[in-house]
């Protein structure tokens, strides 16, 4: 069958960086085709570059669309001709409704005046398309995100998309919502839409992929038949080597008591309900308790409010070393020994602006003063080391963050977080949007983590990571424990049936 879109020996420069070497693709029409690859694989930067962002002149090599040459200048021009990305931070204006979304910068219009009632009328056909059961006058601001997610894809196919391309589309989705977007893009292939489909969800690619393409350190390293090849195999192409092990948990010899909290109450607001009821658990120098639980369960809203960034304490008492630890602000937490790695490493995690350098150190400078002044000299020794042992891949700590890949944003947000020189690190899905090389570079950290003697709290939406990494589980539902697991109690069973409020089964 002839390629729908084909990109032939497509080489990418940066300053310092050759971000795609020699890179072939092909998607033909009306196939799922799997883009798969550690975080600075080059994934990102070949979507970009047949999407139009990056516009032909910018590279070498050529693009072909339906076997003829294709020179995008820009992305209006790649969505002219039927390509559209739809990207894992949505690009919706809250403040509008879902039909102007859908129409923003191609509104109807019936001379100088927009055309209302063929604007509601378009967009009711296409939220039909993708199965989106809502008015179109409904702000954007109401929808969650996976309802957000499918009016992007319904904004996508008013401009007669041909080939869709979905960056990690289901990275912040419940599984409920990843069910109905995997059978929408059945539905498509039926339909004859092609899609590009980036994830690092293999269990999802394996799902819906017809074809799988694999890039690593910039280049094409195999294009596999999905039916004919196994995750292992994927995985061996990802990383270049054999990961024997995906969950490498040490065994845990848990010391004191580092963190307790006994029978807390939670309100968002003052005066407002209950968030969280009644929650009592401890964590030990050296052991990981994993916390669980469905979208909505209040895990966030804990660890935040226990480093002091959300909620009105209604009642209860927490202690870290022994000592009362109020929720006043997380320079108190940070002064006391407590360190949280947020999930949205984007909006509170880092400044996307600034150097590596000056984000690893942004929470320490009061840790690296001589007088009133920084150590400018101790910071840098601080910050390479950091630099160093987690392997970030960036040419130096004067790289500006936003221009590194999600898995080595993480590593700066975790060395960020390190260097306070915590006594309880609370993570908050520390893998969440990273392929399986960083992913297992974060379990190795957690590992190093309890061997110091620290104590972890590691929030996660996926079981087998809970399963994986935790010495006890605590499943959370609707704020409130539904169960608390050892190792050997953990099944996917029982931690499910916990945290939808059901008694679990017994082991």
């Known amino acids: 069958m002839p390629a729908l879109l084909e990109a032939r020996s497509i080489t990418k420069r940066f300053p310092g960086v050759t971000a795609l070497r020699e890179v072939s693709f092909d998607l033909r029409p009306g196939e ?36 003829a040459p294709a020179q995008f200048g820009s992305i209006a021009d790649a969505q002219r001709h039927g390509l559209a990305v739809i990207y894992q931070e949505l690009a919706l204006v809250d403040e509008l409704s879902v039909a102007e979304n859908l129409f923003l910068g191609c509104e109807h219009r019936r001379g100088a005046l927009i055309d209302w009632d ?94 799988i393409t694999v890039l690593r350190d910039g280049a094409t390293i195999t294009t596999l038949a999905t039916p004919a090849t196994s995750k292992s195999e994927v995985i061996r192409a990802m990383v270049g080597r054999e990961i024997t092990e995906l969950f490498p948990r040490h065994a845990a010899h848990p010391g004191e008591i580092r963190l307790r909290v006994e029978d807390l109450s939670v ?6 309900p209950a968030r969280l009821h009644h929650v009592s658990f401890a964590v030990r120098a050296g052991e990981v308790l994993g ?18 960034a959300w909620g009105v304490r209604l009642g209860g008492r927490v202690q870290l070393g022994g000592r009362p630890l109020a929720a006043a602000s997380p320079a108190a937490a940070l002064a006391a020994g407590l360190v949280l790695a947020s999930e949205d490493r984007k909006r509170y995690g880092l400044i996307l602006g600034e150097s590596i350098g000056f984000n690893l150190s942004l929470s320490s400078i009061t840790r690296l003063r001589r007088g009133a002044l920084i150590d400018d000299e101790r910071e840098a020794h601080a910050n390479q080391g950091l630099f160093n042992s987690l392997r970030v891949k960036a040419p130096s700590l004067e ?38 090389g960083a992913k297992i570079e974060v379990y190795a950290l957690i590992n190093e983590l309890t061997a110091q003697g620290k104590a972890v709290v590691l929030v996660s939406s ?27 109690e953990a099944t996917p069973e029982r931690l499910l049936a916990a945290a939808m409020g059901r008694t679990p089964a017994a082991a």
């Not at 079981?463 to 010495?471: A, C, K, R, T």
């Open 399 to 436: 790289t500006v963050v936003g221009t590194l890949s999600g898995g080595n944003q993480q590593k700066v947000v975790l060395g960020k977080a390190l260097m306070t020189g915590p006594r309880v690190v609370f993570l908050d899905e520390p893998t969440r949007g990273i392929d399986v």
């Open 118 to 211: 063929a604007t509601w009328r378009e967009a009711r056909t296409l939220l039909a398309r993708v199965g989106l059961d809502v008015a179109p006058d409904t702000p954007v601001s109401e929808l969650g995100v996976g309802s957000r997610q499918l009016v992007e894809i319904a904004k996508a196919l008013g401009k007669e998309a041909r080939v869709l391309i979905l960056d990690e589309p289901t990275a912040a989705l419940a599984e409920r919502e990843v069910a109905t977007l995997l059978d929408l893009l059945r539905e498509f292939r039926r339909r004859g839409i092609a899609c590009i489909y980036v994830s690092h969800k293999l269990d999802e690619v394996f799902a819906i992929a017809d074809r």
């Open 267 to 272: 309100a968002a607001e003052r005066g407002g």
């Open 462 to 488: 996926e079981l087998p990571e809970l399963m994986g990494m935790s010495d006890r589980i605590l499943m959370l539902h609707e704020g409130r424990i539904g169960g608390m697991f050892t190792r050997a």
């Open 291 to 308: 916390v669980g639980g469905l979208m909505g369960a209040g895990r966030t809203e804990l660890l935040m409010h226990l480093f002091g």
């Open 32 to 67: 799922i085709h799997a883009l798969c690859g550690e975080n600075g694989a080059g994934k990102s930067t070949l979507i970009k570059l047949l999407s139009g962002l990056h516009p032909h002149g910018s590279y070498e090599g050529e693009l072909f669309l339906d076997g």
